[in-house]
């Protein structure tokens, strides 16, 4: 059967358009990491660690001279089964048994044990590692210093790029608190609401900056960790317990539709100090949505894919607000899970 002329001229129509489609705007901007060489990583192309490597002996030690006090404060929240979390992710914990054991022993000892069910390194204070984020590009699923998923990854584990390498090092150092709501003179940042680069929920460098002046601090140096204070995190706060179901149901709902937080422009220039760790009172540490509600949760690939600059979210830092501590010795280490992407953790500000 002859084809009229026509049809012919519609199938190669869709044929030309297939091919276009598939070299689309999208497509393009997803091969950032290879057309920007991101790898190899400054600290070599075999690094699995990235900017826990800006800490030196020398800055451990020049840490210890925040100690002024010998106080401590936790910045970490609880973990429970009702606190906010992202998305579907979920935090239960039951004691089996109850006790969990009994033995047959003269002096009749008991046991409890606890199962817990998480997404363990993704709830609640949670640490990101450098296999938690990476970007989906023509040649496979770019991670950091140019690993890809696929030679990498399993369902048990990342072979690569785990939290327990890090968990070897841990962070000792200087950690920066920088109270951007108080330096906006409000109690909290609004969420952004995605229509301007200039949404007041975005942190700028000139909030940054101005934070810095404004506490009187030395500017963010070479292997800090910098923390941020939006006061979102009150939505989350220590009075939760005595909040009713309802009452906690609003307040996740508030917590998780978006978050104030630095824009893709200012975590560029963070990346540039070359700090060790960012973090924050929110979920994800940047704004959502950010600069351009198209590209989410830019600052993770700007940080965590591009430099190996690792996140830290959900700190509770009101204990530092009330002692008006902006500078202190900052303790953590994620937990030595082979081949996890994050770790729940409670770091440590001592001062």
Known sequence: MKIPNHFKLIIIFLVILSIICSF???????????????????????????????ITNKKVLESLKLVKKGKVATLGKIYQSDAPVYGERNWKLIIPGLPTYKFSAENDIIANDEYVMAELGQVGTQFDGLGHIGVNTSQGNYFYNGNFLEDFGTSYGLNKLGVEKIG??????????????????????????GKTKNDPG???INDIKGAIKKQKITPIKQGDVVIFHTGHGKYWGKDWDNLSPEEKAKNSQIFNVGEPGVGITSCRYLSSLKIAMVGSDTWGTEAVPGEDPNR?????????????????ENLDVNQLLEDRVYEFMFVFAPLKMKGATGSPGNPIAIY
């Not at 090092?169 to 940042?189: C, K, S």
């Open 202 to 204: 975005i942190i700028t």
């Open 296 to 312: 989410p949760f830019d600052c993770h690939i700007e940080w965590m894919v591009k430099h190996g600059i690792t996140n830290i």
């Open 168 to 193: 070897e090092l841990g962070y000792v150092t200087r950690g920066v608190l920088l109270d951007i709501a108080a330096y906006r003179g409000i109690e909290r940042l609004p969420v952004p609401q």
């Open 24 to 54: 689309s705007s999208p497509s393009m901007a997803d091969d950032l990491p290879l057309k920007q060489r991101w790898n190899p990583s400054v600290f070599g192309k075999n690094d699995e660690v990235g900017s826990v490597n800006w």
